[in-house]
């Protein structure tokens, strides 16, 4: 499985982004798909996760911000991103666990991974 992540830029407070993760080489639809992002001086850390069945998981610090979806016919998962804050500037990359790990919030269990892209936030 091949990931690729798109999407980021330079974004003012306030404003929005739509990240998107295209594969090829498998089906989205068959694994549970990660977007985590790693700033500058800390971890990488879990942003959102959507399972085959379509629920999702945000990490709190962006829920009702953030929305994770996923586009079966294109074989796409997007992070719609709104209301964008400074400390959301990272490297943000998408994932898929092919194993059905079921802990969707832990970067082990994620087999395939996107290159990342960059999302600044400018106050």
């Known amino acids: 499985v091949q990931l690729q992540a798109s999407g980021g830029g330079l974004v003012q407070a306030g404003g929005s982004l739509r990240l998107s993760c295209a594969a090829s080489?498998?089906?989205?639809?068959?694994?549970?798909m990660g977007w985590f992002r790693k700033a500058p001086g800390k971890e990488r850390e879990f942003v959102a996760a959507?399972?085959?069945?379509?629920?999702?998981y945000y990490l709190d610090s962006v829920k009702g911000r953030f929305t994770i979806s996923r586009d079966n016919a294109k074989n796409t998962v997007y992070l719609q991103m709104l209301s964008l804050k400074p400390e959301d500037t990272a490297v943000y990359y998408c994932?898929?666990?092919?194993?059905?790990?079921?802990?969707?919030?832990?970067?082990?269990?994620?087999?395939?991974w996107g290159q990342g892209t960059l999302v600044t936030v400018s106050s």
């Open positions: 994932a898929a666990d092919t194993r059905y790990s079921g802990n969707y919030d832990l970067e082990k269990v994620y087999d395939y």
């Open positions: 959507i399972r085959i069945a379509g629920s999702t």
């Open positions: 080489g498998g089906s989205l639809r068959s694994y549970c």
